[in-house]
Each structure stands twice: as C-alpha cells, then as structure tokens.
C-alpha cells in the first residue's frame, strides 16, 4: 500500500525537552512539508523540502528543525525554543511533475507538552 | 502577504439541507486553488481549480472557481451527517510546491 506514515499518533513530552516526530512516504515523491494545525485554524506550513538535503522554511519555522536525508523521510524535530509547541502536526508530500498541486496527507501526530 | 480567507468560520445545518463554502484570496502568482475534507485527522483531496468558470463535480458535490473576483465556492447538496468535517481551502503559486491554506470552515451536519 502506498501512502504517508506518521509516529506517533500521540506524544507527551515536558517542557524543556526537544522531541522528534517521524514522517515516511513509499510514493516515491520528491516534495516533502511539515503543517502545524491548532484549534479553529488552518494549516500553517513549518518546513518543506523539495529534494534530498534540501528544504526551505515556511511561515512558521521558528524552534522547529528538519532533515532530508533520504527522499521517503523527512522527520521534524520540536525543540525546547518552540514557545506554543502544543499542537497537531502533519505532514505531506507531492509530486514535483506536472502542473498539480495536490499534497498526500498523514494521520498527523498530537504532540502535548506540559 | 498572501492571504486565503475561508467564510463562515463554522456553519451548523440540518440533513438534507444545502450549504456554499466560500475561499478568497490574494495571493501572487496564483496557479490553482485545491479543496480538502478533514475529517479526523488527514485531510483527503476533494478539487484542484485552474480555470475560471469550469465546474468540478463529484457526486454531491461541487466547486468553481472565479480568477477575476479571485474565489471559489465548494457547493453541498442533500448535506448529509457524514459530510460534518473541516473544509479546507488552499491555493498553489508560482512554480513552487508548497500551498497556502485558509483557515477551514467547520461544518456540522445535525439529523
């Protein structure tokens, strides 16, 4: 089966602490990006990568980190600077051919942190 | 600064009932605007608009798009309890990847 994965559906952490959330794609997509989703908002886009070791920030990068060591992987590291890092976190990919915008969700991971 | 604004924020109506979603924006370089349902969790893929006054349509739904006013209406009809979902509205610019997303419209479909 094709498709996005995300792990963990939930995860608790302290403050303080930096926490790494998993993303890994088997639809062979170039383009990789990281969404933040808060109650009564859209998604606000952290990171994207569009090739392996590459990636750009988007409108919300600050306290977040990214790799893009391989094309199926692109993990998102919450670190302790990320002021409000309690949220819904999801992430997505697409294809860079043609003229479609359309992004593949995952199931998303609800990070809480106390 | 671009901007995608959705309308109403949360809409609460009866089965049977038909509603209009509304996404504006204002962006540059427009390329395409793509609707999404989230239910739960992943958002899934309902349109993607290029052209101005070509109708999509699946099923009871339906969507269009006006590049000279610069919106689109996601239209419902015979609302369903399992149309209840966020409604998501994006738009695609440049020759970039990445889509920038209005705030969703919250729809409640009551029995």
């Known amino acids: 089966d094709g498709g996005i994965t995300q792990s963990p559906k939930y995860l608790f952490r302290k403050e303080g602490q930096n926490v790494t959330l998993s993303c890994e794609q088997n639809?062979?997509?170039?383009?990789m990006y990281w969404y933040r989703q808060d109650p009564g908002q859209g998604l606000r886009l952290i990171y994207y990568?569009?090739?392996?070791?590459?990636?750009q920030k988007g409108d919300i990068a600050e306290g977040y980190s990214v790799s893009r060591e391989k094309k199926e992987s692109f993990p998102l590291t919450v670190t302790s600077a990320q002021k409000n890092p309690t949220a819904f976190y999801l992430c997505?990919?697409?294809?860079?051919?043609?003229?479609?915008?359309?992004?593949?969700f995952g199931p998303g991971t609800r990070l809480t942190v106390t | 600064e671009d901007k995608v604004v959705q309308s109403p924020l949360s809409l609460v109506v009866h089965e049977g009932d038909t509603v209009t979603l509304n996404c504006s924006y204002e962006?540059?370089?427009?390329?395409?605007l793509l609707w999404y349902k989230q239910e739960k969790k992943a958002p899934t893929f309902l349109f993607m608009l290029?052209?101005?006054?070509i109708e999509k349509k699946s099923g009871r739904l339906s969507s269009i798009l006006d590049k000279k006013e610069l919106f689109s209406i996601l239209n419902i009809t015979a609302t369903q309890t399992g149309d209840s979902a966020i409604y998501l509205c994006?738009?695609?610019?440049?020759?970039?990847?990445?889509?920038?997303f209005g705030e969703g419209t919250q729809l409640t479909v009551n029995p």
């Open positions: 997505a990919s697409s294809t860079l051919a043609g003229s479609s915008y359309e992004q593949y």
């Open positions: 639809l062979n997509h170039d383009a």
């Open positions: 990568s569009q090739i392996v070791n590459d990636f």
């Open positions: 962006v540059t370089n427009f390329r395409s």
């Open positions: 290029t052209s101005s006054g």
């Open positions: 994006a738009v695609g610019q440049g020759s970039g990847s990445r889509l920038t």
